[in-house]
Each structure stands twice: as structure tokens, then as C-alpha cells.
């Protein structure tokens, strides 16, 4: 409630933010690099305590949890995968140390991992390096997902785990993302509005505020602040329309099919460049190396489209 919270003193981060949120919403929150997004979800997760202001679980002040039974809340998903240097199912047991073997294959399944892991010499007792470093991008991310499958916390924290991957990982992961938001109260951070359509509520950090953009143009959000936990709630609502990304290349396998269109590299790349929403409808892969890929992004009309190539 009316939460303010600054680094520094007399340089506040954050400032009178409220809002409150049900069981089981999905709460999408958008705004520029530096705007607060992870400082917010820091704040809820008591790395950090408002400066002034309070926030209430379930009508219970979070500085009145034991800080360990509080995390114990949430399972977090973010944009680069914290993995130690040991074997993948230590990796994925870090959400739930007392995780049988069973258990943890089944949360490697849910997250579309457990092929891969399988199909390794060691299986689940491969070394991932320091950080991950034998691991892909799109693996690493899977075991995160893992990981927050297994620890199956009622309040998930999503910050941007698509962001840094191609477009058949992205497919996989947000196909895994729908599972594990299904039931969950869950907050999804995003630099921009468009890629949390389908969210039950969408905030925007603007200048250390949050608002509430309605159709009409933002307003700044005055409900009562709350964040409520629990495992059931309304039926999950689908987190964006689900156009699907063709091929026009026969060697582009037909996983390369993406649901979620707002979420492609290339067309956030493309709306950031514009400073506009896209209106495309599909985006075919014209090409794909190990360096790049190439896509078309197909607008309603011939005019619209858009060619994109993209590179490490």
C-alpha cells in the first residue's frame, strides 16, 4: 500500500505504487529498462523492504513472514538462468532439495527437457559447467523451468525467460510457461505492453509509478495493494491470441511453429524500432543457419511485410 522505495536516500526507485492482486491472476508488467520492473518483484520476494508504505500477503504484512517460509511462496523463471557447477538434476533438485529421482524427471518432462537430458551419456548426472557453460541458451532456460516445475510454488515470477533465445527454443518454452502458469498467480515482466495482451492485469512502470493503461490512455492505479497466494483461482487465461509463425523452407522442421507471435525476437525487435505495434499476422522462416535466420513478417496487406534477419 502506497509503497515507496529508493536505493539510495532521497532517490526513490519506486514511488506511492499500489495495486492489488487476486489468486490466480496473471499480472503482465511492462516498462523501460531502469523503470523498476525486477526491483518490484524484488520487493515482493523481501530481498529488499520499502522505504515506506507496506505490502500484504494474503492480508498479512510481508515483514511479519518468516523470510524463508515467504520464498518458499515463489518459484522465478528469469531472463538468464541461475545454474551452478554440478550435474542437471542437482540443478533442477535446487527448487526442492528433498526431491526424489522420480520427481525430478517429471518436472524435466513438464518443461520439455527430459528428452534432451536423456539422450546425454550421463543423463541427469551431466555436468553443466560453471554457469551453464555446457549448456545452450534454450537448455538452460528448460532447466530453470524445471527447476520452478519441481518447487511448484503458488506465486510465479517470469522475467522475461524468452528473451534470449531463438525461435523454435522460444516455442518450447512458452508452450512449458502455459503449463506452469496454469492455476498460478503469476507476474510475467516485459519491456513492452504488447507481449502481455492476455494478462489479467497489465501495469506499466513509468517514472518510478505503476499505471493501469485502460483503452483510452494510462491512469495510474488506485486500488487497494495486495498480493494474494494459493494454488486454485479463476481458470488461467490464455497469455496472448495464438497466431502461429509458418515455413516456407521444406528443411525448417515443423516444430519451428510459434503461438505466440508478439513474443518473436523479431517482432519486438521490429516494434521497438517503430516505437509502434506490429500488425502482423504470420512470420515465415525463410532461412536458418547456426549464425542467423532469416524471416518474413506478414502484414495484412503485400505492403506491410517486413523482412528480418537475424544474427548473434
Same mark, same amino acid.
Given at each position: 500500500?502506497r509503497?515507496?522505495?529508493?536505493?539510495e536516500p532521497?532517490?526513490?526507485?519506486?514511488e506511492?505504487?499500489s495495486?492489488?492482486?487476486e489468486?490466480?491472476?496473471?499480472?503482465?508488467? &511492462?516498462?523501460r529498462?531502469?523503470?523498476?520492473?525486477?526491483t518490484?518483484m524484488?520487493?515482493?520476494t523481501r530481498?529488499y523492504d520499502p522505504?515506506s508504505?507496506?505490502?500484504a500477503?494474503?492480508?498479512?504484512?510481508?515483514?511479519?513472514?518468516?523470510?524463508?517460509d515467504?520464498?518458499?511462496?515463489?518459484?522465478?523463471?528469469l531472463?538468464e538462468?541461475?545454474l551452478?557447477?554440478?550435474?542437471i538434476g542437482?540443478?533442477?533438485?535446487y527448487?526442492?532439495?528433498d526431491?526424489t529421482?522420480?520427481?525430478?524427471?517429471? &518436472?524435466?518432462?513438464?518443461?520439455?527437457?527430459?528428452?534432451f537430458?536423456?539422450?546425454l551419456?550421463?543423463?541427469?548426472?551431466?555436468?553443466?559447467?560453471?554457469?551453464?557453460?555446457?549448456?545452450?541458451?534454450?537448455?538452460?532456460?528448460?532447466?530453470?523451468? &524445471?527447476?520452478?516445475?519441481?518447487?511448484?510454488a503458488?506465486?510465479?515470477?517470469?522475467d522475461e525467460?524468452?528473451?534470449s533465445v531463438?525461435?523454435?527454443?522460444?516455442?518450447?518454452?512458452?508452450?512449458?510457461?502455459?503449463?506452469?502458469m496454469?492455476?498460478?498467480t503469476?507476474?510475467?515482466?516485459?519491456?513492452?505492453?504488447?507481449?502481455?495482451?492476455?494478462?489479467?492485469?497489465?501495469?506499466?512502470l513509468s517514472?518510478?509509478?505503476?499505471?493501469v493503461?485502460?483503452?483510452?490512455?494510462?491512469?495510474? &492505479?488506485?486500488?487497494?495493494?495486495?498480493?494474494?497466494?494459493?494454488?486454485?483461482?479463476?481458470?488461467?487465461?490464455?497469455l496472448?491470441?495464438?497466431p502461429?509463425?509458418?515455413?516456407?523452407?521444406?528443411?525448417?522442421?515443423?516444430?519451428?511453429?510459434?503461438q505466440h507471435?508478439q513474443?518473436?525476437?523479431?517482432v519486438?525487435?521490429?516494434?521497438q524500432?517503430?516505437?509502434a505495434?506490429s500488425?502482423?499476422?504470420?512470420?515465415?522462416?525463410?532461412?536458418?543457419?547456426?549464425?542467423?535466420?532469416?524471416y518474413?513478417?506478414?502484414?495484412?496487406?503485400?505492403?506491410?511485410?517486413?523482412?528480418a534477419?537475424?544474427r548473434r
Amino acid at each position: 500500500n502506497r509503497v515507496l522505495f529508493g536505493y539510495e536516500p532521497g532517490r526513490p526507485v519506486l514511488e506511492d505504487v499500489s495495486f492489488r492482486v487476486e489468486v490466480g491472476m496473471r499480472i503482465g508488467i &511492462a516498462g523501460r529498462t531502469g523503470s523498476g520492473k525486477t526491483t518490484l518483484m524484488s520487493l515482493l520476494t523481501r530481498f529488499y523492504d520499502p522505504t515506506s508504505g507496506s505490502i500484504a500477503l494474503d492480508g498479512v504484512d510481508l515483514r511479519d513472514y518468516r523470510i524463508a517460509d515467504l520464498r518458499n511462496q515463489f518459484a522465478i523463471v528469469l531472463q538468464e538462468p541461475v545454474l551452478f557447477s554440478t550435474t542437471i538434476g542437482e540443478n533442477i533438485a535446487y527448487g526442492r532439495p528433498d526431491a526424489t529421482a522420480a520427481e525430478i524427471v517429471a &518436472a524435466a518432462r513438464a518443461a520439455d527437457v527430459h528428452d534432451f537430458v536423456s539422450s546425454l551419456p550421463e543423463g541427469y548426472d551431466t555436468l553443466v559447467g560453471e554457469r551453464g557453460m555446457t549448456l545452450s541458451g534454450g537448455e538452460r532456460q528448460r532447466v530453470s523451468l &524445471a527447476r520452478a516445475f519441481l518447487k511448484d510454488a503458488p506465486i510465479l515470477i517470469l522475467d522475461e525467460p524468452t528473451s534470449s533465445v531463438d525461435v523454435k527454443t522460444e516455442a518450447t518454452i512458452i508452450d512449458a510457461m502455459e503449463r506452469l502458469m496454469a492455476g498460478r498467480t503469476t507476474f510475467m515482466i516485459a519491456h513492452r505492453l504488447s507481449t502481455l495482451e492476455g494478462c489479467d492485469l497489465r501495469l506499466e512502470l513509468s517514472e518510478g509509478h505503476v499505471m493501469v493503461p485502460p483503452t483510452n490512455g494510462p491512469a495510474r &492505479a488506485t486500488a487497494q495493494p495486495s498480493v494474494a497466494s494459493g494454488s486454485s483461482g479463476p481458470p488461467p487465461t490464455p497469455l496472448l491470441q495464438r497466431p502461429s509463425v509458418s515455413t516456407t523452407n521444406d528443411s525448417v522442421p515443423s516444430s519451428k511453429r510459434v503461438q505466440h507471435l508478439q513474443l518473436l525476437p523479431a517482432v519486438r525487435a521490429w516494434e521497438q524500432l517503430t516505437g509502434a505495434r506490429s500488425s502482423f499476422s504470420t512470420v515465415d522462416v525463410l532461412k536458418e543457419s547456426k549464425g542467423s535466420q532469416v524471416y518474413r513478417l506478414r502484414g495484412d496487406q503485400p505492403a506491410e511485410d517486413v523482412v528480418a534477419k537475424r544474427r548473434r
